[in-house]
């Protein structure tokens, strides 16, 4: 017999009564879904799959909105509990609310507007009002709608405002509550996310906007990246910068990070060198690396004894980046409006392969058009002192010599 026959052969006054218990079974499966969620979570399972967030990975495993994949996450952090290796479990962060949800009172709309109202709570409120906020409001979805649940929430916000000064203000103020949670990916890259203060967010934010702005068209064609993109390649922007800022505090000499290659890795252009933590880069990314004073490669002989390779030769002295600044004003790249203080001086013909550190053999690139100029088909040819951009023959067949016409 279908379903819809069962259906059929009930009486009208069972129906109300069928519907409740097709309802609670609905619920505690979203129960054990969020479970599963939160499991997935842990285990990293999107990586594995080979996405960038578990939300898109859940958006495509599901065929439901990215918009409603973050949500389910979101209730599974609050609600799930998760157990370490060594078998500990640990509770969830709100667990009357998970008690509920496993029994099928309540429906995902409830759980958001219970997270909504707990999250809410200053801190300095204290644990034992967040749990008084917790279990009124989930006695109050056992028995009515989430709107209000919602409602009653705000109420119960607006007293525990009210009961008095917040005492911590002032601790607030000066020690705010900065988090920046990071997570190290198997293939070397890093996922994080995290919450700044006010004052650090606008800082934040509008430095990575000066950062993103989309590229002029280069040869009629527009920057093809998207905003995410561009703020991404800003950020890194950023942290590249603010590593050189440490090398310039101490006499432009300090390495931030070391670099174990051998002299024939460098020349040659073959194999690999080893960073700091281990991770291993492939030969054209070094010399990318190597070319400005970044990153001081400790280039060993056959024996592994590091070599000196006339380190004060090959970093740019003050005085040249200055005359650099006074000539390219910025990322000399064509379209490029990063000013100066972003750039790396790159070296036109490497200084491995005796290129020399003067004013002819340097130009001064942004980050990513630093990385363009390495791993791609663009060229550098100085004219008249000048340097000049020769793009590939796929962007431009006649390959015509370009320069930065916003320096101009
Ligand atoms: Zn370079
Ligand atoms: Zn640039």
Redesign the pocket.
Known sequence: MSATQEFTALRGSELPAALVEIFARMRRDHADALDIINEMGHRQTEVFAGYPSLAKYLSDLLRITTRKATGLIEQAELVAESVTPVGYVAPAKLPLVRQALHEGVLDSEHVVAIAEAVTAIPDWAGPQNKQLVESTLTQTARTSDPRVVKQYGRILLARIDQDGENPHQEDQLAEPANELHLHAQPNGWVKFRGILDPEAGEEFVSLIGSLSLPQPPAEGVPDPRPAERRRGDGFAQLCHSAAQLDNSTAGGAKPHLHLYLDYQTLTAQVGTATLDGGAFLPATAIRRIACDAGLIPVVLNGESVPLDLGQEHRLVKPSQRKALIARDRG?A?PG?H?PARW?DAHHIKHWADGGPTDLGNMVL??R??HRLLHHSAWEIRMVNGLPYFRPPAWLNPQQKLMRNVLRQ
Do not use: G, I, S
């Open positions: 990322c790249f490029c990063l750039t690139l942004c990513r058009h």
